[in-house]
């Protein structure tokens, strides 16, 4: 069974960065497709980014592309959500995301599998 589990998460202000983790435990790792969401209080949980186990990579356009950068530790088991330059919008519940295979989607309704997310908030 696959278990996800975040951390790196905190207070900062704008301009700085975070990276969050996603440890990754049970299940094959190499076939496992993760993903980033966020959710905002009051607002939908939001699609950030995805990478398959062969290292395919996807990014919401409009708000990671340019900032955000995705990438996996196959010996450690973990995936990595790399956040530079951020703002206060960005403030938001993190969750890494799983779904076994390779084929990436940005719905949260493809992912069986959750972590319980990591709060990041960007404050001055």
């Known amino acids: 069974q696959v278990q996800l589990a975040e951390s790196g998460g905190g207070l900062v202000q704008p301009g700085e960065s975070l990276r969050l983790s996603c440890a990754v435990s049970g299940g094959t790792f190499g076939t496992l497709t993760v993903a980033w969401f966020r959710q905002a209080p009051g607002k939908e949980r939001e699609y950030v980014a995805v990478?398959?186990?062969?290292?395919?990579?996807?990014y919401s356009i409009d708000r990671a592309k340019d900032r955000f950068t995705i990438a996996r530790d196959n010996t450690k088991r973990m995936v990595y959500l790399q956040m530079n330059s951020l703002e206060p919008e960005d403030t938001a519940k993190y969750y890494c995301?799983?779904?076994?295979?390779?084929?990436?989607?940005?719905?949260?309704?493809?992912?069986?599998?959750w972590g319980q997310g990591t709060q990041v908030t960007v404050s001055s």
């Open positions: 995301a799983g779904r076994p295979g390779n084929v990436a989607t940005a719905n949260a309704s493809g992912y069986g599998i």
């Open positions: 990478m398959t186990g062969s290292g395919a990579t996807m």
